[in-house]
């Protein structure tokens, strides 16, 4: 049972290996969310550029407080009807600090007793041209 | 110890997750190499289609083999060399299929005993403006 467990950690630090180095080298901004209480469980360096914070002050924060408007219940329904929903529309919310439009193309997935939810955040690039609100 | 070994097993499968629906998740060409016999461990279906092939039928090969004109030891070398090297050039090759110019960005880490690479590809859009084999 100790060689099993030793084996047991040991392909655990690689897949958390592979699973960093990937997080680290993709250009995308991609952000981890936990369904359970809400809160950001981790992010790469591209997606805290948009909050304009850095990375380890948005760990373990709540993602609805990053944005203007949104509480934590609606912020967990529209990420789940986004990532259940074929062909649904894409979330779009405006970042608390810095006002940028951003928007979220969320899947959900299980981990253990926990549904997690994987983001890919873009900025929302037809916001001048669709905008009403006098910034553009 | 059987208790710890089940919790080992339940933190490798969510590992492995996270890992597995970022690989499917990003926007980015992904593929890992092993740098102890040159083969492809796994990729993602951007990758596969810039070389015309699918997933399945990549993973396990040669890097080597799928690129003209190059043997498994000088790809060894030069993704070792770019991965080391601050500012290195990227690793410009054709594929065997399809005959396209692809970029390769690689990350070399520590897996166990063995080291693996993980490569990010993009067309290499510049070969047509610098090309001088007369195929523009």
Redesign the interface.
Known sequence: ??I??ER????????????R???A????A?M?VSLGDGRVTDLNDHAADLFEMARKDIVGTVLASHFENIRRSEMESKLVNAALTDGAEPIVLTTARGAARLRLVP?V????GDR?V?C?LTPNEQTAATSADGFA
């Open positions: 049972a100790q099993a467990l047991g950690y040991e392909a655990q630090r690689e897949f958390d290996s592979r699973y180095l990937l997080l080298t993709v250009t995308d991609i981890l899947s997935f299980r981990v253990g997690v994987i890919r």
